[in-house]
C-alpha cells in the first residue's frame, strides 16, 4: 500500500500520560500536515512540514504538542501531559509541491482517548 | 465566526433524490475551495475542486461563487452509498493548509 499510513490507529491513555503517534506520508511529497478532528466538527489545522522544516504552527497546537519530521520522511506528534480534551482524531496528510491535482491525501487518522 | 459554514443536516433523502449542500466562506482571499467526503470514522477523500465556472463529475455539480463567497454542491439521482457527510473545504494561503467546515451529513435510504 503506497498511501499516507498512521500508527497506531487507537490508544487509550490515562491524564497526564505522554503519547506519541507517527505518520508516513507518500513517499515523493515534501509537504506534511497535521490535523485534528474532534465529533462532529470538520478537521482543525495543526501544523505542517516542509521536508524536514516545521513552516507553521496553529494556535490549537500549545506548548504540549510537539511534532518532528526529522529526515523530511516520516513524522510524529508527541502530546505531553494529556488532557481529556486533547481526546480526537489525529489525521496526517501529504502532498507533493508542484502536483497537478491540488489534493492532500490523508492517513486513516490516530484515535486517541484520554480517560 | 468560523471561516467556513455549513449546515449540520442531516439530510435524509430517499434514493434516486436530488440533493444540495451550500456552503459559506468568511476569508476573501481564499484561493482554491473543494468538496471532500468523509465516511464515519474514516479519513477525509476528496470528491471534487470548485471553480467559479462550476464543475460536474457524473451526477455531482459543484459550484463557486467568489462574489457571494458561497459553494454548493448538487448530487442528483441520489445513491445508498453517497450516504456520508460532505466537507466544504477552503484553502487560503501559499501554506496550501486546508479550512473545513463542521460537515453536512446525508442520509440515502431505500
Known amino acids: 500500500d503506497t498511501g499516507v499510513s498512521q500508527n497506531p490507529r487507537h490508544k487509550i491513555t490515562k491524564r497526564g500520560q505522554n503519547v506519541t503517534f507517527r505518520c508516513d506520508p507518500i513517499?515523493?511529497?515534501?509537504?506534511l500536515y497535521w490535523y485534528r478532528q474532534t465529533l462532529g466538527q470538520g478537521p482543525e489545522f495543526l501544523t505542517y512540514?516542509?521536508?524536514?522544516?516545521?513552516?507553521?504552527k496553529s494556535r490549537l497546537l500549545s506548548d504540549r504538542f510537539s511534532a518532528e519530521r526529522p529526515k523530511g520522511s516520516f513524522s510524529t506528534l508527541e502530546i505531553q501531559r494529556t488532557e481529556q480534551g486533547d481526546s480526537a482524531m489525529y489525521l496526517c496528510a501529504s502532498r507533493e509541491t508542484g502536483q497537478a491535482v491540488e489534493e492532500q491525501y490523508f492517513g486513516p487518522g490516530t484515535r486517541l482517548t484520554v480517560t | 465566526r468560523k471561516e467556513v459554514e455549513q449546515d449540520p443536516g442531516p439530510f435524509n433523502v430517499p434514493e434516486g433524490a436530488t440533493v444540495a449542500f451550500n456552503c459559506t466562506y468568511s476569508n476573501s482571499a481564499s484561493q482554491s475551495f473543494f468538496w471532500y467526503r468523509q465516511d464515519c470514522r474514516k479519513e477525509p477523500k476528496l470528491l471534487m475542486s470548485v471553480y467559479s465556472s462550476g464543475n460536474e463529475d457524473g451526477r455531482f455539480t459543484a459550484q463557486l461563487n467568489r462574489a457571494s463567497q458561497y459553494i454548493s454542491l448538487l448530487i442528483r439521482d441520489s445513491k445508498l452509498s453517497d450516504s456520508a457527510t460532505y466537507l466544504c473545504v477552503v484553502r487560503g494561503d501559499s501554506s496550501y493548509k486546508l479550512i473545513f467546515g463542521s460537515g453536512t451529513r446525508l442520509l440515502v435510504r431505500p
Open positions: 512540514f516542509q521536508n524536514e522544516a516545521q513552516l507553521e
Open positions: 513517499s515523493e511529497h515534501n509537504r
